[in-house]
């Protein structure tokens, strides 16, 4: 009966074509496959039968190589839609907004409070949520999120780019990340120089007399009505300066724990731990920061904005050097949460 049964699906089992229409039976191949193995697994046909076994076992085999293959080729061709730029792109932008959702805008605005008053964090944070209520921390959100997307964009191209150019031509990690982190952190003063000047401005003038209606709008048009378009770009220096620095420190100290101390081999938490010591060990550069934060304290009121050096020795006399490290602690908190969202996420993403 067995030999009966191979004769009669011979025919089937080895023909070529896969259309339907080409058997007598009007059977597919792969509903032929499944027919067989039914078959094979009857009372009528004992296990013994390995030719038919073996084929459907090398059927099956066949089957999933081709369906592996599919589902490859179906993943290359949606990654060659997105070309690795504007996949960049948008990763920067949704990390960069995300980190100012969570925490980045409120700190951003107890930070501006504390640098150019004499209140703590806490007071600060008080005083801004007596006025506006808690929400009022996040004020300039819209604002800040479109600049957020901007900087996210600006600093990831330019800083997977580089690291990629700097391994590339045998750099180690290390180097790889001082260099992206230099690079991205130019390309973000560029839009960040005129956004942080209308940021600082809305932050420190809310509720003053003739500041009561601002927005990012009014206070753009104000500083280009008196200073012309260059005016919103007035502190790019101590910008571009802190940017690069900020994001050169907060890529190779995040780079060193990482790698060098190791950090890596305890998975998450150990990544985590990098970023929160590179965002921490940024803070260095923070009078550079103040001297930013008052320059664009005097154009947003109409004032002439002086030189960094005279920004720098005014704040030194009048509070030491003391004075010049003004909203450290809120900026550290802020350079962890951006440094594990813009640092941490793409090293776990392999950027």
């Not at 369906?67 to 996949?87: G, K, L, R, S």
């Not at 600082?200 to 209606?213: A, D, R």
């Not at 709008?217 to 220096?237: H, S």
Request: hydrophobic fraction near 40%; glycine fraction near 10%; proline fraction near 4%.
């Amino acid at each position: 009966m067995r030999l009966l049964f191979l004769c009669s699906i011979a025919p089937l089992l080895f023909s070529r074509s896969t259309d339907a229409s080409n058997n007598m039976f009007g059977l597919g191949r792969a509903a032929m496959a499944k027919s067989v193995r039914r078959q094979a697994n009857s009372p009528f046909l004992s296990s013994s039968n390995t030719a038919v076994s073996e084929w459907s076992a090398d059927t099956q085999l066949n089957e999933s190589r081709e369906t592996d293959e599919q589902n490859m080729n179906d993943v290359e061709m949606c990654a060659a839609a997105i070309p690795p730029v504007a996949a960049n792109i948008l990763k920067g932008a949704l990390l960069r907004i995300a980190s100012d959702i969570t925490g980045g805008t409120p700190l951003e605005n107890i930070k501006c409070r504390v640098t150019a008053t004499t209140e703590g964090p806490m007071e600060a944070a008080r005083n801004i949520m007596s006025t506006s209520g808690i929400q009022g921390l996040w004020s300039g959100t819209p604002s800040r999120t479109i600049e957020g997307a901007l900087l996210g964009a600006f600093f990831l191209v330019g800083s997977a780019a580089t690291k990629k150019r700097v391994l590339a031509m045998t750099g180690s990690k290390t180097m790889g990340s001082l260099a992206g982190g230099v690079v991205g952190g130019v390309a973000q003063a560029v839009v960040m120089t005129p956004a942080a000047l209308i940021f600082t401005s809305l932050n420190l003038n809310k509720g003053k007399p003739g500041f009561e209606n601002d927005t990012a709008i009014t206070v753009a048009r104000r500083v280009i009505d008196e200073k012309g378009i260059m005016g919103l770009y007035a502190g790019i220096g101590p910008m571009a300066t802190r940017q690069a620095s900020n994001w050169a420190s907060r890529s190779l100290f995040t780079e060193i724990c990482r790698t060098n101390l190791k950090l890596s081999r305890f998975g998450l938490v150990g990544e985590i731990a990098s970023g929160t010591i590179g965002g921490i060990g940024s803070c260095w550069n923070t009078p550079i920061e103040t001297c930013r934060v008052y320059m664009h304290k005097d154009v947003s009121q109409g004032l002439p904005a002086k030189t960094f050096f005279t920004y720098f020795n005014e704040i030194k006399e009048a509070g030491g050097v003391p004075g010049l490290f003004r909203g450290v602690t809120p900026r550290a908190v802020q350079a962890v949460v951006q440094t594990v969202f813009m640092v941490t996420v793409p090293n776990l993403l392999g950027l």
